[in-house]
């Protein structure tokens, strides 16, 4: 069996130039949900999967590359077969940890072994507030949302866009939202995998932006994108596309199927894991047989749905044990692992803080390195919250607290539980919220990387941007 993923090399040799002490570690074990030979077998049927069954992929690039490295392609069809020894030793070349660049070198955050990065809510279609109410997100709430993004220490990096700009075109909202994460924060941010156009737009902007050239880039993966499998078990045109333009310039892959029990995947939760896992290993073996070594990441996203009506359920105990399982299968393969804080709470009350406290105990204890969502879910990802964000940073930071060493929490520094300033936490959440926008500062940014910015993204839109019929 491969290794479990955790770095053998003691904690201080392993802190990489540049981080600070602002991303936590974990000092406990993570939690085993399922004995070994359970994992071997969801293991054993995912690899059966991929060999009777396959996997249609809509991209003929993709399935020329696969087809040249010794899967099976079918007559006719966008299916392809894969070898299990095929899959097993392109995922072996998957590294078990990395680090990602940011153009600040003290936001630069680490991946795998013991580390933790909590990232903003990302790809909401509508946001919300007390004051505004629900709403379709426009470039001002993405602006705001970013800045919020960057003001909070315990918020790692941005996992996709907050909320969708809809106000701004789809060929050209890339440029835009990219060029407003390289102005508005200093932290690492992903690309969308919407066309491989996009994936090289912002492969570009972010070189620009850390004011590099292309060697170092590649040498220094400086940005993500999030992959979902259309489950079950397709991977469409788009996805792969975004995989392969990713992993050719050493850029980070997060595989992520989405697979909810009982809707794309089989009702029950072992089934549901291992078409999880059959889309994982195919999607992460893409990536290695593209360029092997290149930084990826083992998403987890199984959970269920209501069985009445259909809709998504979050912080459900089907969910916990997906993602302690999830856990369990990255470490199985020496992968970091990326999973999610989410809910299905309508309103920021206590079904939104107790669904979000189980899932970050599970992502927590399931040994996730990337923590998507961590702040703003709601309404099972419908909308991103300006109040819920502020209520999960308090969450974070009391993670942040417990992960400290020792195991000593220490105070919120968001402060929302402690505040006097009335009784109504909504409400007090809200003012924080302000305040924080209120005091916002633009991280510094080079003229000269500025202006070589809007130039690129000038070209760009006068070409027409990008291709929407997907």
């Known amino acids: 069996m491969p290794g479990t993923g955790a770095d053998e090399t003691s904690r201080s040799d392993r802190v990489p130039a540049g981080i600070t002490d602002m991303q936590p570690r974990r000092w406990m074990p993570p939690q085993d949900a399922i004995s070994a030979d359970e994992l071997e077998a969801i293991h054993l049927a995912s690899l059966q999967v991929l060999e009777e069954i396959g996997l249609d992929v809509l991209d003929a690039e993709a399935r020329a590359i696969l087809v040249a490295a010794g899967a099976e392609a079918s007559a006719g069809t966008p299916r392809i077969r894969f070898d299990r020894g ?14 990602m660049h940011a153009r600040n070198p003290a936001r630069h955050v680490r991946f795998g072994g013991d580390w933790l990065a ?14 505004r109410g629900r709403r ?17 220490d315990v918020l790692h990096l941005s996992g996709g ?22 102005r508005l924060t200093d932290k690492v941010f992903p690309v969308y995998s919407l066309g491989a156009e996009r994936n090289r737009d912002g492969i570009e902007m972010v070189r620009i932006a850390r004011g590099i050239d292309t060697a170092t880039l590649e ?10 499998s259309s489950s079950p078990l397709r991977l469409d045109a788009p996805m792969a596309q975004g995989i392969i333009e ?55 996203f199984t959970s ?55 899932s970050l105990w599970s992502v927590v204890m399931g040994g996730a390195s990337f923590v998507k969502h961590a702040a703003g879910w709601m309404e099972g990802g419908l909308t991103c919250s300006f109040e819920k964000l502020v209520l999960d940073v308090e969450l974070l930071e009391i993670v942040a607290g417990l992960l400290a060493t020792g195991g000593t929490p220490t105070p919120p520094r968001v402060g929302l539980a402690a505040r006097t300033d009335g009784p109504d936490l909504v409400r007090r959440a809200q003012r924080i919220w302000k305040e924080t926008l209120a005091a916002y500062q633009p991280p510094p940014l080079d003229p000269a990387i500025a202006e070589e910015l809007d130039a690129f993204i000038a070209r760009r839109k006068e070409a027409g941007g990008v291709r929407t019929d997907y």
């Not at 379709?136 to 993405?142: I, Q, S, V």
């Not at 992993?247 to 697979?259: D, E, I, L, W």
């Open 86 to 99: 095929l899959v097993l030793d392109a995922v072996r070349h998957a590294p078990a940890t990395f680090t």
């Open 304 to 358: 269920n749905v209501d069985m009445k009506s259909g809709a998504p359920a979050f912080g459900t105990p089907e969910y916990m044990k997906a993602t302690l399982i999830g856990g369990q299968l990255a470490r199985r393969y020496a992968i970091p692992y990326r999973s999610s804080n989410t809910c299905a709470a309508n309103a920021v009350d206590a079904q939104a803080a107790y669904e979000s406290v189980f």
């Open 161 to 182: 866009y907050p909320v969708e700009p809809i106000d701004l075109h789809p060929r050209i909202r890339h440029l835009d939202a990219t060029a407003d994460f390289i």
């Open 246 to 300: 990713m992993a050719r310039h050493n850029q980070v892959v997060v595989m992520t199927p989405f697979t909810l029990a009982g809707a794309m995947a089989p009702v029950t939760l072992a089934g549901a894991l291992v078409e999880q896992n059959a889309e994982a290993l195919a999607g992460i073996a893409l990536a290695q047989i593209v360029r092997p070594g290149a930084p990826v990441m083992y998403g987890g």
């Open 118 to 131: 909590f990232a903003v809510m990302g790809s909401a279609p509508n946001c919300s507030d007390l004051e």
């Open 136 to 152: 379709p997100g426009t470039r001002a709430d993405f602006q705001d949302l970013v800045r919020l993004g960057q003001a909070f």
């Open 219 to 228: 040498r220094e993966p400086s940005i993500m994108t999030i992959i979902n």
